[in-house]
């Protein structure tokens, strides 16, 4: 097979239909998280409860409100939003009137000088991260038209459309552009108007021009959609399309900042009871918190990416002498204030029964485990990292 066959066979690949990597999920990992994001929305019942939940694809029915709801990714699909940000890049300063794929009258808007674009599956599957996204595109006006929900099969989705509309609202507050995004349940008194499909919008030779002429919001689009598909341990695509779009805004006017309510933003502190077991950089789904060693094995740093937070304790739950505390309500100055800081560090010596690392305290010479073995030779008690709570940390010792 010819390189340009295997890529023409890798473009033809059906990546729609929607995938849960049950390594992912929360539930995996951590038998005392009490996260309902995707199997309390989903409006087919396709995922059942459990640890981890299980996706049925025969009653899937690709609303793609799961892709965005799951804080750390394990739901993997073609989402509307790629297409989406791409044909915006073609619009000058109309109202943007986003359209799901069951509308049933795509064609009308609130506004004749408005623009509609329809995107597959339903609202719901956009996401704040989407709405913070076209703000940071330059749109002036982004309407979710929503009158046709009351009587769809996915109804239930409607309070997600209108959540993640208040949450970006929230947040653009900060840049004095909360009235940027909107929904409209109006259907009286609606009017033609032009309607494009997301993934097929019209390309006239004046749109080849005008997107030369606007390479600055093509590059800040792809910017913003590739930040998604980076790989390794990391948050949701809803997480990582809104740090993007912040990213890519000017400064919060007058030192004013929006609110993170309902973005599962969290910040972590570590007390001087930790004993550098390294447990919760391990278990962190996102790899908000990391624990470095230095080469010679000699001093460790944890360091803590607040926006990587997705809020879940794991990190509590597998800490043994319960030296991590998580804050659910952090400012938004403490989220996007300093990109990385150091929770902790200190210098690591050997356990001399065991040798496994430990941070340097005092005249210590074994680690807790074993001293704990040691002064209850009959006795039990887990190693780092499994504390009853989870299924599995890797890696549990140094």
Not at 65 to 78: E, F
Request: charged share 25%; aromatic share 4%.
């Amino acid at each position: 097979m010819s390189l340009l066959d295997a890529a023409e066979r890798f473009a033809a690949m059906d990546r729609s239909a929607i995938v849960l990597d049950p390594a992912r999920c929360l539930h995996s990992l951590d038998r005392a998280s009490t996260c309902e994001a995707c199997f309390q929305i989903c409006p087919a019942e396709a995922i059942a409860p459990g640890k981890p939940p299980s996706l049925d694809a025969d009653k899937c029915e690709s609303c793609l409100a799961c892709l965005v709801v799951c804080p750390v990714g394990a739901y993997n699909a073609d989402d509307a939003v790629r297409p989406l940000l791409n044909a915006v890049t073609r619009l000058e300063g109309q109202t943007l009137e986003l359209v799901c794929a069951k509308n049933p009258q795509p064609e009308k808007g609130i506004s004749e000088s408005g623009v509609g674009i329809r995107v597959k599956g339903c609202l719901a599957g956009l996401g704040t991260g989407t709405y913070l996204a076209l703000a940071a595109l330059g749109l002036e006006r982004v309407v979710a038209r929503t009158e046709a929900c009351s009587a769809c099969e996915w109804a239930n989705l409607r309070p997600q459309i209108d959540s993640q509309i208040e949450r970006a609202a929230r947040v653009l507050a900060g840049w004095d552009k909360s009235e940027t995004v909107a929904s409209s349940s109006a259907s009286d008194g609606l009017v033609e108007r032009t309607v494009w499909d997301a993934e097929n919008p019209p390309l006239s030779r004046r749109d080849l021009f005008r997107m030369m002429a606007r390479q600055g919001q093509v590059a800040m689009a792809r910017a913003m959609e590739n930040g998604e598909h980076s790989i390794g341990r990391k948050p949701g695509r809803d997480r990582v399309r809104a740090l993007g779009a912040v990213a890519h805004l000017d400064a919060p006017l007058n030192g004013s900042f929006g609110a993170l309510d309902g973005l599962n933003f969290a910040t972590v502190t570590i007390s001087e009871a930790c004993t550098a077991c390294s447990a919760c950089g391990r278990a962190c789904p996102t790899e908000a918190l990391k624990f470095e060693k230095s080469e010679d094995n000699a001093s460790f740093a944890l360091k803590f990416s607040a926006r990587d937070c997705i809020g879940c304790d794991l990190c509590v739950h597998v800490c043994l002498p319960a030296a991590v505390s998580v804050d659910h309500a952090p400012t938004f100055a403490q989220i996007f204030g300093e990109e990385q800081t150091t929770l902790r560090k200190g210098e690591l010596v050997k356990c001399e029964r065991c040798g496994s690392l430990m941070v340097k305290r005092g005249e210590a010479r074994l680690c807790d485990l074993c001293e704990y073995r040691r002064a209850h030779p009959f006795g039990s008690v887990m190693p780092p990292g499994f504390n009853g709570n989870q299924f599995k940390v890797p890696e549990t010792r140094q």
